[in-house]
C-alpha cells in the first residue's frame, strides 16, 4: 500500500493504516530526532511527540510535497523546541577550546558518517544544530533563523565556524569544551 493510500486511510481514522505508516517511517524519524536531541530517550520523547502532532495535522497536509519531508519538518521542529534552545544565550566562543583527544589526524574520507555524526555533536549545540539544519537536513539560513529564533546572520555566523571548527576537528588540530 502507497503512502497517499495509507493517509486517506488515516485521515478516516484507520488504526491500522496509522499503524503501518508509523512502522513505515518511524526508523528514518527517529534518526532525525536523534541528531537533534541530546539522548535515544529524548529523541524517542520527540518522536513519540511527532507522531501525535503528525496524526492530529494529517488533514492540514497538501499532497503537493513528499509526505517524509512534511513529517521530517515536524519531527526537526519537535527536537529542538524539546531541547533546551538557551545555548545562544550562553554560548560564546566555548567552540575554541573542544578538547580533542590525542588520537592521529584523521582523514574525511576514512570516516563513516556515523563518526561524521560523532564529530558534529562534539560542537556546542547551536553550532551542531545550525550545521545539521543547513548542510544534512537542507534548510535555508532564512528557515533556520525561523525555526530557531535568531537573525539569519547569526545562522550563517555560527554555520561558518562551526564549518572552521569541523574542520579542526577532523584534523586533529583544534580543542573545545563542551
Known sequence: MQDIDLILLCKEGNVGAQKMLFMRHSPLLFNVALRYTRSKEDAED?????WVNIFNSLDTYKEEG???AWMKK?????SLRNSNN???NTELMEVMDLEVSGEEP????????????KVINRL????SQIFKLNVIDGYKHAEIAEIMGIGESTSRSKLTIARTKLKDLILGTSKIIN
Do not use: H, R
Open 46 to 50: 520527540a518522536l513519540q511527540e511527532s
Open 66 to 68: 513528499k509526505l517524509i
Open 86 to 88: 538557551s545555548w545562544f
Open 124 to 127: 556546542p549545540d547551536g553550532y
Open 74 to 78: 515536524i519531527v526537526i521542529n519537535k
Open 106 to 117: 584523521m582523514v574525511l574520507q576514512d570516516l563513516e558518517s556515523e563518526e561524521i555524526l
